[in-house]
């Protein structure tokens, strides 16, 4: 494509819209993915993304906002979740399983009734679904979400790594659980139009399982692992243009690329 084509396209409003989306999302989703993923709660990730799967369908059905009903779609599920553990005893990938094979039950609902929705758009992302008022909701989140993290480092951290010692320090674990909980599933929610439902999980595994085998420190780690999403999904959404695929797919080609080389360089006993 010549030069003068390829600043044509950039200059596209879509294209500067998924750009952007990728931006909030490949930073958003590691740096909650940081803190979910050591605790071994990465299916909280596709719990929400089914969550958020069906108030899209839904709010196609009813004509209303999807992104908005998501949000509370998000909180409603992580509640259940967290009152199925607590409450009945059951173990967090049980609560989760069962949240998540609620949401695809209500979106498959949905969608019989007639809600008109592209479900490969949906699945796998794509560049025309993200909209303004997406990208408002995804930097309202991401502010959010640092202030949470910067106001709270040490709490969280003492979480993520403890429940025992955090509880010795004095957190209030419940309350961290539950406000992280909260984050991670905002997070999926608004990330789900540029990575799709089936594929936003990996975004915010991958750039952490990488920014692990690389890092020497916590705060690095987290650096390292936003670098990786970073970096994943804007290189992803130009693929995606290029070769006319779902932005999620090639993100995630690209982050697995990532996590080869990163390996690679860890057998070699790099260390940041």
Same mark, same amino acid.
């Given at each position: ?98 949240? $998540? #094979?609620?949401? /695809?039950? %209500? +979106?498959?609902?949905?969608?019989? &009734?007639? @809600?008109? =929705?592209? *479900? ?59 406000? $992280? #909980?909260?984050? /991670?599933? %905002? +997070?999926?929610?608004?990330?789900? &139009?540029? @990575?799709? =439902?089936? *594929? ?63 390996? /690679? ?8």
């Amino acid at each position: 494509m010549a030069t003068s084509g390829l600043l044509e396209v950039f200059s596209e409003p879509f294209v500067l819209r998924a750009l952007a989306a990728a931006a909030v999302s490949g930073y958003l989703l590691p740096l909650v993915g940081g803190f979910i993923v050591p605790r071994r709660l990465s299916l909280l990730g596709d719990s929400s993304s089914h969550f958020a799967f069906a108030a899209i369908a839904v709010g196609a059905l009813f004509g209303v906002s999807g992104i908005f009903l998501a949000y509370v779609f998000v909180v409603v599920g992580i509640f259940v979740v967290l009152r199925l553990v607590r409450v009945l005893g059951v173990s967090g990938d049980q609560a989760l399983a069962v949240v $998540l #094979a609620s949401g /695809a039950a %209500l +979106a498959s609902l949905a969608i019989s &009734r007639g @809600a008109r =929705v592209s *479900l490969g758009s949906v699945l796998f992302g794509s560049l025309l679904a993200v909209d303004e008022l997406d990208l408002l909701a995804g930097a309202l989140v991401a502010v959010l979400a640092s202030a949470f993290v910067y106001r709270n480092f040490g709490g969280v951290l003492l979480y993520t790594l403890s429940d025992e010692l955090a509880r010795s320090r004095g957190v209030n674990t419940g309350i961290y659980e539950f406000l $992280l #909980a909260v984050v /991670a599933g %905002l +997070a999926v929610a608004v990330s789900v &139009r540029v @990575a799709g =439902v089936l *594929l936003v999980t990996a975004v915010m595994v991958i750039p952490v399982m990488t920014a692990s085998l690389l890092s020497t420190s916590f705060k690095k780690f987290l650096g390292l692992a936003v670098l990786f999403g970073e970096l994943g999904l804007f290189l992803g959404v130009l693929l995606s243009f290029t070769l006319e695929m779902a932005p999620g797919a090639s993100s995630v080609f690209v982050l697995l690329a990532i996590l080869g080389v990163s390996a /690679a360089l860890h057998r070699a006993g790099l260390r940041i």
